[in-house]
C-alpha cells in the first residue's frame, strides 16, 4: 500500500462502509450490530439531553451529542440514521400516549415494539 492510498480513505474496509452508508451494498451483521451501537449511544445522549426529535432539534442536537452523532452516522447507512431518528419520536409519543391512556383505565396489553431483543 503506497503511502497515498493509506491516507485516502481507500482502504478496501473504507470503501465498504461508504458503500453500507449509502446502500449501495447490504449491511453484514456485525455491521448491524456496530450501528445499533452507535444508535443507542446516540440516543442515551438525546435522553440525557432532554431531545426527543433530532431532525427538528438539529442544532442542540449536535451541539449536546456531536461526537455521537458522528459516530452514528459513520456506523449507519444514511437512510437508517433517519428511520431511527424518525422512529425514536414517534416511539417516544407512542409511550407517553399510552402511559395517558392506562392512567384513563384503559386495559394494558403486552406489546412489544422496540429494537431489544426478548428475553422471554
Known amino acids: 500500500m503506497g503511502l497515498f492510498s493509506a491516507f485516502s480513505g481507500s482502504a478496501p474496509e473504507d470503501k465498504r462502509a461508504e458503500e453500507v452508508r449509502t446502500g449501495a451494498v447490504a449491511p453484514l451483521r456485525t455491521e448491524r450490530a456496530k450501528c445499533y451501537v452507535a444508535r443507542d449511544a446516540y440516543f442515551a445522549c438525546l435522553d440525557k439531553n432532554n431531545i426527543i426529535d433530532a431532525l427538528k432539534d438539529?442544532?442542540?442536537?449536535?451541539?449536546?451529542?456531536?461526537e455521537e452523532s458522528?459516530?452514528?452516522?459513520k456506523d449507519c447507512a444514511t437512510a437508517w440514521v433517519t428511520y431511527f431518528k424518525k422512529w425514536r419520536v414517534q416511539d417516544i409519543q407512542k409511550r407517553a400516549r399510552l402511559a395517558e391512556l392506562e392512567k384513563q383505565g384503559a386495559n394494558k396489553l403486552d406489546i412489544t415494539t422496540d429494537f431489544k431483543p426478548r428475553t422471554d
Do not use: H
Open 70 to 73: 458522528k459516530e452514528f452516522e
Open 58 to 66: 438539529e442544532k442542540a442536537a449536535a451541539k449536546a451529542c456531536g
